[in-house]
């Protein structure tokens, strides 16, 4: 028995939380009566530990402690309805239970929480709860949303899934590929939805992208030869890398090309290298794999010139014919523009036009690569139509300061 | 009690030019301004909250009379200086304080630091219980 300090036992009760809920709604089929059973047992964890001791078999505790809970619930219920059936049926569970931590239990619970029956905003809100572990107030202020809203948001989608037929069965092999899709995809949003506010808005414990990628490891360790599982973990830790240099001072959104490299987190660099290599070699099939092969390029560039855009812009073709989307095909653009010129990238956006007037971002590739080509008046026009059109406040203030001082540059012409 | 200080594209009394005209050292005075604000209102437990919108290019208007499909009339908009820019709810002890953060707010700098006099609407949220007189 030993003592861990308690900032250790809340991250190991966060990591075998997945696992017992799991072992908990595979043998009780009742989702939110699991995660009641579940709440007080880790309560009393959290309570016990960190005085009494870690127990050899902390998971073994925690399902068992669980249980109990759930079979006095069980009981106290068919009580007061008069009904015995249901307690004298269920069996103590088995050893192996307890034992050996069954892998299919945590991976069933992701595949529950990013069911393809659920919204992505309910998929979202119910996988950071369940398999993550972050209270609903927590989830509420990373979303900038009431906590009544997102309890309610929560419920629904457990009623949700509640309905299904055998919710809780791993995917047969025909539905798997679909089915872990819509698992990655889940993970992804949580992922850009955290990169991507950068309000300066702080949450305890619920910053979103260390949680998505907290979330993709455990999957990972799951399926540690599945090269799109691989794929999108490189692809989050290379990204993240990035975290301390794309703000500046003002909170202000600072691109790729701008940015201080020195100040990428190397050590995440290094994994998702490795972890990009693993995932491609298993071929250049998958989209989170050559989205990770796009940033290991970038991560091993010194700037921007020192990039290889000729491979990056093959890359990003395969990916529109992979997983076609409006910004990949802007990407794409400015790709073609880096590596044969502003003009050519400018054309391709053009040939695309109608795809992608409904993105915000059209605007601001477009003030881009006039700006690369030399034309200030065009360049200006459009940072500002982008200013003026992103839902960003933090790519706002970048690009009302990027039009101004390209103006600055050319004289104080108001025209 | 709760307030709401509200922001419009009006222009403002002491400045007849966009942001987006502004030489570059002003425009990051004018961020750092508002930055630095949020953070005192946050410091000081009155912020309950404080949001931009996005900008009335994108707005849209719907009117309906609940049985045929409503009439949705998009941007760009002929005159949008009514247009909500932006809010603040503070919650805070007297009516006078909300005009005082208000005035703080509104002499936000512009060109040449010099402060801009945005109008700034101090409206009263009406769930506040009454109070003991």
Redesign the interface.
Known sequence: MTFPPSGDTEDLLRELRPQVLGVLVRRFGDFAAAEDALQEALVAAATHWPTDGLPDNPRGWLIQAAHRRMTDAIRADAARRNREAVAAGREPTRPADITTPDRDDTLALFFLCCHPALSPASAIALTLRSVGGLTTAEIARAFLLPEATMTQRITRAKRRVAALNRPFAVPESGQWHERLGAVLHVLYLIFTEGHASTS?RQVRRADLSAEAIRLTRAVHGQLPDDPEVTGLLALMLLTDAHRAARTGP???LIPLAEQDRRLWDREAITEGVRLTTAAIGHGLTGPYRIQAAIAVLHAQATSTEDTDWDRILSLYRLLERVAPNPLVTLNLGVATAMAHGPSAGLDLIAAHQDQLSGTHRLAAVRAHLYEMAGDTPSAVAEY?VA?????S?AER?YL??R???LR?EVGPD?S | MKYMLIKTYSEAAYCDSP??????KD??AH??FQ?ALGEQLAASGELVEAQ?L??P??ARIVSSDGRSAPVVTDGPFPETKEFLAGYWIVDVDSAERAVEIAAQASAAPGPGGKPIGEYIEVRAIMSAPPTDQ
Do not use: F, K, M, Y
Not at chain 2, 19 to 24: L, N, T
């Open positions: 300066g003002r909170g202000e500002t200013a003026n059109s992103t839902p406040v203030d009302i300061l039009a101004a001082r600055g108001r | 942001i987006h005209e502004w030489e570059p425009i990051e961020i750092d930055r931009g996005a900008g290019d994108q």
